[in-house]
C-alpha cells in the first residue's frame, strides 16, 4: 500500500502592510526574549538582596559593615545598611514591575497580530513561539 500525501497550496499575496505585521511581530518577539532575560536577572539580584538582608539580621548592631557602592565598599552602621539594601530592593521591585508592564504590553499586541496574519494566512505562517 502507498501512502500520499497532498499539500494543498494556497496562493495569497503579501502586501507591504503584511510585510511590516510580521516584522513588527519578529521585532516584538526579539524585544520578548530580551525582556525576559532582564527580567530573570532582576529577580535573581532581588533574591541576593533578601538573602543579604537574611543575613544582616543575625549581625552585631555595634558592627560596621562593608557595604558596596560602585567599587569600592564602605563600613557603615548595621542600621544604614539596612536601609539601603531596603531602599534597593524597592526600586528592583519597581524595575521588575515596570519590565512585566512592558512584556504584557508587548503580548497583547503581538496577539493582535497574531489573530490578523493568521486570518490571512492561515497555516502558511507561523508565528507560535
Not at 558596596?68 to 521588575?96: A, R, Y
Request: hydrophobic share 35%; proline share 2%.
Amino acid at each position: 500500500m502507498v501512502t500520499l500525501w497532498l499539500c494543498v497550496c494556497v496562493r495569497v499575496w503579501l502586501t507591504r502592510a503584511d510585510q511590516d505585521k510580521i516584522n513588527r511581530f519578529s521585532t516584538l518577539h526579539q524585544k520578548q526574549s530580551s525582556l525576559q532575560t532582564e527580567l530573570e536577572s532582576k529577580h535573581q539580584e532581588k533574591e541576593y538582596l533578601t538573602d543579604v538582608t537574611s543575613e544582616l539580621e543575625l549581625a552585631d548592631e555595634d558592627e560596621l559593615v562593608p557595604y558596596k557602592i560602585g567599587d569600592s565598599f564602605l563600613h557603615l552602621p548595621l542600621e544604614e545598611v539596612q536601609e539601603l539594601l531596603e531602599k534597593s530592593t524597592e526600586k528592583i521591585d519597581e524595575e521588575i514591575a515596570e519590565i512585566e508592564k512592558r512584556i504584557d504590553g508587548n503580548r497583547q499586541v503581538m496577539d493582535g497580530l497574531k489573530v490578523e496574519l493568521y486570518e490571512k494566512f492561515g497555516k502558511a505562517i507561523n508565528l507560535d513561539v
